[in-house]
């Protein structure tokens, strides 16, 4: 008898041979009673489900949430008071690439936490950008069309990109930021993430705050230029799974100083610029970042396709204490992830055991495919809501604090009376002679191929942000392309201009 264990079939009964399959004699044919057979390439024909429609490529890891400051005036979260420790799970992306894309490319990248809380789990699905392309969700598709392939070339269009930017000029800051040094961080550990939106703190005495949350990396910002990218991705394509499983598989921990930033729900109004634009940051001279604790990733999971592939963040999660802001964008988020993981991993993709809360669970949700756990109303009997079975009952204290809203229902223009162009500019002048350089070459690069008009149109927006902007990535585009004022195109590929 062997020490090892008995191989079997999914139904438990031992498997006798694992190398040859049932044949009418030596040379065949197969016999379709071979059930062992079938059941291996009936399996191996669902390996794979739908990727991720967007953020395809990620790398994730374990660790924990520590909570060293006091906010507890502000929310009434268990998972953010003094002293609490929080199991987590991060998954970090890029945005436009499909689940094979390199690592190394100028991206945004995803920043998505789910926090294991005492209440239920929260996820925080932010980005390595405080700011988003577009605040209306009504436009996110088209953008993400532009980011995708065309339909006739079947690859990345530069000109669908400036084309929808050049005609967004909402897009204007996080495109900076994006063709900025931080465009391409060397791996997750090397860049700061952000809950980008603003979502809500409320306390025990019913009073709400509005707040951002910021997570500093304390590995310091490490980034590639694009030639160093290039070189790179030609060696592997894997550079930030690589770097992230190993700094967790050997002890190298990486962390993040966790902030906030926290606006009086009277203060709504007051600012120049519209709290709930995710277009825009609140700058810290208003409100000044407060340290509330420290993320750390310290374990890797056992295997990938369950614990990372499978993981399902929404914005919709949200614990007592912490919740959603008027941002259209968000709002529009809520509905958005768990559709796409019915979709992607099935009804119950919440019972998977990495998206699994882990605490008590009780709903009256039911059936339904794959559903594995029965009865989840705490009582026998109880199938329906209200009952006198003794089942699971609502609970007051987690109601949130009412809301105001007004106005009158319509379609309003979010591009009139909207200044895009004074953040953009504030960055700007953040930067050095190097990163103005850079900023320029790189939107030269990521041009080529784009016809003239498109190009004039960007440039009429980068002028408004500032005249160096403009002058700069005009020169770059002579530069790179030999490109002349209203000339009919950058040299590039037709198929990079379809
Ligand atoms: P501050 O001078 O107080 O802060 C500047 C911020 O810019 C820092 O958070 C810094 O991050 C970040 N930063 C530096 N280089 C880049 C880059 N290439 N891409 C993205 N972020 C970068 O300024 P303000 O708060 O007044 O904001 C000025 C501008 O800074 C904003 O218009 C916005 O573009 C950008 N910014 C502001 C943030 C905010 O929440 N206020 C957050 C991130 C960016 P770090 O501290 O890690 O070096
Ligand atoms: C992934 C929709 C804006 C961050 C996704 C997915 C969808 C989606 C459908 C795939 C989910 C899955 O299959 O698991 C939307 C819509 C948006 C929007 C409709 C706007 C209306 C944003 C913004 C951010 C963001 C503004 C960041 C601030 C992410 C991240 C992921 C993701 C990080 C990957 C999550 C993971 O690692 O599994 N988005 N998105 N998205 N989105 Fe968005």
Redesign the pocket.
């Given at each position: 008898m062997s020490d090892k264990p008995t191989l079997t079939t999914t139904a438990g009964a031992p498997l006798p041979d694992n190398q040859n399959s049932i044949t009418a004699g030596p040379r065949g044919g197969v016999m379709i009673q071979d059930y062992q057979l079938i059941e291996k390439l009936a399996h191996q024909n669902r390996e794979r489900i739908p990727e991720r429609v967007v953020h395809a490529k990620g790398w994730g890891a374990f660790g924990t949430l520590k909570i060293t400051g006091d906010i507890s005036k502000y929310t009434k979260a268990k998972c953010l008071q003094p002293g609490a420790e929080t199991p987590m799970l991060a998954r970090f992306s890029t945005v436009a690439g499909e689940l094979g894309a390199a690592d190394a490319e100028r991206d945004v990248r995803g920043f998505a936490l789910k926090f294991y809380t005492e209440d239920g789990n929260w996820d925080l699905v932010g980005n390595n950008?405080?700011?988003f392309f577009v605040r209306d969700p009504y436009k996110f598709p088209d953008f993400i069309h532009t980011q995708k392939r065309h339909p006739r070339t079947n690859l990345r269009s530069p000109k669908a990109m400036w084309d929808f930017w050049s005609l967004s000029p909402e897009s204007l800051?996080q495109v900076?930021?994006l063709m900025?040094?931080?465009g391409i961080p060397v791996d997750p550990t090397f860049m700061?993430g952000?809950g980008s939106h603003t979502y809500s703190f409320w306390n025990d005495a019913g009073e709400r705050f509005w707040v951002?949350f910021?997570f500093?990396?304390e590995q310091g910002?490490k980034h590639y230029v694009n030639e160093e990218a290039e070189k790179l991705i030609g060696k592997s394509r894997e550079t930030y799974q690589e770097a992230l499983f190993d700094k967790v598989e050997t002890g190298q921990y990486p962390r993040w100083k966790v902030q906030v930033?926290i606006m009086p729900e009277s203060d709504t109004g007051k600012t120049p610029y519209n709290p709930f634009d995710l277009t825009k940051?609140?700058?810290?001279?208003d409100y000044p970042?407060i340290d509330i604790g420290v993320m750390e990733l310290n374990r890797n999971a056992d295997n990938y396709f369950a614990e990372i592939e499978q993981a399902a963040f929404s914005p919709s999660n949200i614990v007592p204490g912490i919740s959603h802001s008027p941002d259209k964008m968000l709002q529009a988020r809520i509905f958005s992830y768990a559709d796409a993981h019915r979709y992607r991993l099935g009804t119950h993709y919440e019972a998977l055991p990495v998206n699994a809360p882990k605490c008590p669970v009780h709903h009256y949700h039911k059936d339904g495919q794959m559903n594995f756990f029965g009865q989840k109303t705490g009582a026998t009997d109880a199938y329906y809501e209200p009952n006198s079975m003794g089942g699971a009952v609502e609970d007051k204290s987690a109601m949130e604090p009412p809301l105001n809203i007004e106005g009158a229902m319509a379609r309003y223009n979010h591009r009139e009376g909207n200044d895009d162009f004074s953040?953009?500019r504030?960055?700007f002048e953040?930067?050095d002679d190097g990163?103005k350089s850079r900023l320029f070459d790189n939107i030269a690069a990521a041009m080529g191929g784009v016809p003239g008009e498109i190009i004039e149109r960007q440039l009429a927006l980068f002028k408004q942000v500032h005249p160096d902007y403009e002058a700069g990535v005009r020169a770059a585009l002579k530069e790179a392309h030999g490109y002349e004022a209203n000339a009919i195109s950058t040299p590039g590929t037709q198929s990079a201009a379809e």
């Open positions: 950008t405080p700011v800051h900076t930021i900025s040094d931080r700061n952000y951002k910021h500093k990396t910002h930033q940051v609140w700058p810290h001279s970042p953040q953009p504030a960055l953040l930067f990163q």
